[in-house]
């Protein structure tokens, strides 16, 4: 279902909603919690003997209680009367000479979905009067806060309680479902990757190396006003496509059969991930072309039986037994596909997780993954269990031609006996599909 993302994000992002139901989650787990809730955002550093900054990144249990993207901020949320209070930088007039006047707390108050906003040397003082408030009524008046983002400046004497375990667990859990706004903000940063992926196709047959597909990508977005990418994009011709987090992009396309892209960028902090793979002189040899519809149909049947309440081991299972299906129709697995699968012998060709939840971060929070699973199919699966209504999930499987991870496959004779070895050869040289 596509959604008008433009006119639900000229709306404010719903910060306030989201402190509510971190309060909820909170509750659930002590029900008579009471105080605030207190998140700094990140602060600006050097990078290492150097007077020039380091890249910002936002940090996300910040961002998601304020839609504020400015650096050396921080916020309070009253959990009894719902108020949300923003502290941001006040005007530094060395700093201005260099960077322009920073945004007044009225511009602040304008644009974020926030109750007060006030320059951040009103910090202490407000806690300490919030504090002292809280602590006549409550003897038990808490800070809520996260473990090791809390600066040392930062006074929270006046308060009976504090609790540093709670709130990253309650944030990261109430992130996995999304509301309109994040949803738009998402499907924003598609649009804009979903284009720069169709120019980096229309350019494939004029290029000779991957970083020069990875300059139109970044140029793409960059001219679409995403600044940031969501993760290092890969740019993986032929046998590097092989490689999962291939990040090299620097080599030669000639002669090479598929380019496989998996790029995307953020939206206000929000990412996208979008992988395609497609013949890099516009013609698919007959094995590229056999491999692809295998991972196409894994995609489109994943997709399709996506619910509330399907268990994403399940859906992972299935990218399984289609793989197995299409490598035996290819003469690269046999024998019987029951024993393969129980084999786990196709995680040779498919070593990898489904997909992972997508918002604030590329791997998003949630999903209780389990690396130490010591069956194989579910060692990368990074989300496990039920699906909720309302989450936002990656479909991405992919089938891979690794000499590192299939040879001691070929070597093992529980798996050796369900590979043709012969026929493999002919595959090795389309790297890899997702
Ligand atoms: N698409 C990159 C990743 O999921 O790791
Ligand atoms: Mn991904």
């Known amino acids: 279902m596509a959604i008008d993302y433009e006119t639900i994000l000229r709306g404010k992002y719903p910060a306030k909603l989201h402190a509510q139901r971190v309060v909820q989650y909170i509750r659930s787990k002590v029900p008579d919690a009471n105080g605030i809730l207190y998140l700094e955002g990140r602060h600006t550093k050097l990078l290492e003997d150097s007077d020039m900054p380091e890249p910002f990144r936002q940090r996300r249990p910040f961002f998601y209680l304020t839609g504020c993207s400015l650096p050396d901020s921080y916020v309070i949320h009253d959990i009894e009367t719902?108020?949300?209070?923003?502290?941001?930088?006040?005007?530094?007039?060395?700093?201005?000479?260099?960077?322009?006047?920073?945004?007044?707390?009225?511009?602040?108050?304008?644009?974020?979905d926030v109750d007060e906003v006030k320059y951040s040397n009103e910090l202490n003082?407000?806690?300490?009067?919030?504090?002292?408030?809280?602590?006549?009524?409550?003897?038990?008046a808490t800070v809520f806060a996260i473990a090791g983002q809390v600066s040392e400046k930062v006074s929270f004497l006046n308060f009976p309680n504090t609790n540093f375990d709670l709130l990253k667990e309650a944030i990261g859990y109430t992130r996995v479902i999304k509301d309109e706004y994040e949803l738009a903000l998402i499907a924003k940063a598609n649009a804009i990757t979903a284009a720069a992926h169709h120019a980096v196709m229309k350019q494939v047959k004029n290029a000779t190396n991957e970083r020069e597909l990875e300059a139109l990508f970044?140029?793409?977005?960059?001219?679409?006003?995403?600044?940031?990418?969501?993760?290092?994009?890969?740019?993986?011709?032929?046998?590097?496509?092989?490689?999962?987090?291939?990040?090299?992009?620097?080599?030669?396309?000639?002669g090479k059969q598929l380019l496989l892209v998996d790029a995307g960028?953020?939206?206000e902090c929000y990412a996208s991930d979008i992988t395609r793979a497609f013949p890099i002189n516009g013609k698919f040899t007959p094995e590229a072309r056999a491999i692809y519809d295998i991972v196409l149909r894994m995609q489109t049947e994943c997709i399709a039986a996506l619910k509330e309440g399907v268990v994403w081991d399940d859906v992972h299972v299935l990218a399984h037994k289609i793989a197995i299906e299409g490598l035996s129709e290819l003469g690269i697995l046999k024998g019987d596909k029951d024993e393969i699968l129980a084999a786990r012998t196709s995680v040779a060709f498919y070593p990898h997780g489904l997909g992972h939840y997508l918002g604030l971060d590329t791997h998003d929070t949630g999903g209780n993954p389990n690396y130490n699973d010591p069956d194989p199919f579910f060692r990368y699966l990074r989300v496990r269990g039920k699906l909720p209504a309302g989450a936002v999930i990656t479909v991405e499987p992919g089938i891979y031609f690794c000499r590192f991870i299939i040879?001691?496959?070929?070597?093992?004779?529980?798996?050796?006996?369900?590979?043709?070895?012969?026929v493999l050869e002919r595959y090795w040289a389309v790297g890899g599909v997702r």
């Open 125 to 140: 003082a407000t806690l300490a009067c919030i504090g002292n408030e809280k602590a006549s009524v409550s003897s038990n």
């Open 407 to 422: 040879e001691p496959y070929l070597k093992d004779e529980k798996h050796a006996k369900f590979i043709d070895a012969e």
């Open 82 to 112: 719902e108020k949300t209070t923003l502290f941001i930088p006040p005007i530094d007039p060395d700093d201005v000479i260099w960077s322009g006047l920073p945004m007044s707390v009225e511009e602040a108050k304008e644009k974020y």
């Open 218 to 254: 970044l140029k793409e977005c960059i001219k679409a006003g995403a600044k940031k990418q969501a993760y290092d994009g890969i740019f993986a011709a032929g046998t590097a496509a092989a490689t999962l987090h291939y990040v090299k992009n620097d080599e030669p396309l000639g």
């Open 265 to 267: 960028c953020e939206w």
